[in-house]
């Protein structure tokens, strides 16, 4: 009976997931198009397109933490305000995209590059995109052939990915990220569903840091660090508040019900 009772509930929040407060169903986006941020602060203004970013081929190479930490990205698109000048100091995306830094063997291209011939720019297309990318698409699925497989988001287990070491994100660039003393890793502990029969969320702090780090988290989107301390509902997660700040927009989506309510109903 309970079995019963938690599939319904299952499915219950999952149809709530699968439509808009309008009671509209949402378009679910496709793989490869899942975390794409389009950044529009100054680009229309200088008469080029928005930049197309797209999380999978950067969290494939770095965590999550370096960027929104590190690099000071803020959590929100086109919060942080990026200009071309920034990135030709050095910040934000200049600290890779220099033209001199490299990954695995090959070297970053340079982000709005000013030694370039206005009629060589080819690289400002590779994030000013006037459309589609069909060269992306056909990259992302070369790549996630190889990763294992999930249900929705990217369609890509992240997690599993960095556990079989078929990725191994970097967390630290010289001269931007400080040498700092880890903080030891807490328990796992378990978050109370509030609904009858619905398993509890099992949350794992050692899972989160390797990504997020603490600081991540730590105060922006948790103010308290002990149980408890900070009360939220999963309406609030569903408006992309608390885990919905990165479980509706990056991180594997809330469809993924079972990946976080994985306590066994007693």
């Known amino acids: 009976m309970k079995k019963i009772l938690f599939l319904a509930s299952l499915m219950i929040l999952t149809c709530a997931l699968s439509f808009a407060q309008d009671g509209v169903k949402k378009k679910r986006q496709r793989a490869y198009d899942y975390g794409q941020v389009i950044l529009s602060n100054f680009s229309e203004k200088a008469g080029l397109p928005p930049v197309t ?23 929100r698109p086109n919060a942080t305000e990026i200009s071309a000048d920034d990135i030709q100091q050095g910040f934000y995306c200049g600290a890779c995209h220099n033209g001199t830094s490299r990954h695995d063997g090959q070297t970053i291209f340079a982000a709005c590059d000013t030694t370039q011939k206005p009629s060589k720019t080819t690289n400002c297309e590779r994030c000013h995109q006037p459309g589609k990318d069909p060269q992306m ?50 328990k796992d502990f378990a978050l109370n569903a509030g609904v009858e029969s619905m398993p509890n969320i099992l949350f794992s702090h050692q899972k989160h ?37 990165c479980h509706s927009t990056v991180a594997f989506p809330l469809q993924e019900c079972q990946r976080c309510h994985t306590e066994p109903v007693q």
């Open 137 to 186: 698409k056909a990259n992302f699925y070369a790549f996630s052939k190889n990763m294992p497989a999930d249900r929705f988001g990217n369609k890509i287990n992240w997690e599993l990915a960095e556990e079989q070491g078929l990725i191994t994100p970097i967390d630290f660039i010289e001269g931007v990220s400080s040498h700092s003393a880890p903080m030891p890793v807490q």
């Open 209 to 245: 840091t390797v990504w997020n780090g603490c600081q991540t988290c730590h105060p922006d989107i948790f103010v308290g660090v002990k149980k408890g301390a900070t009360t939220y509902s999963m309406i609030e997660i569903f408006e992309q508040k608390y885990c919905g700040a």
């Open 53 to 75: 970013f797209n999380h999978w081929t950067h969290r494939s190479k770095y965590t999550c933490r370096l960027c929104h930490l590190d690099l000071a990205f803020e959590m």
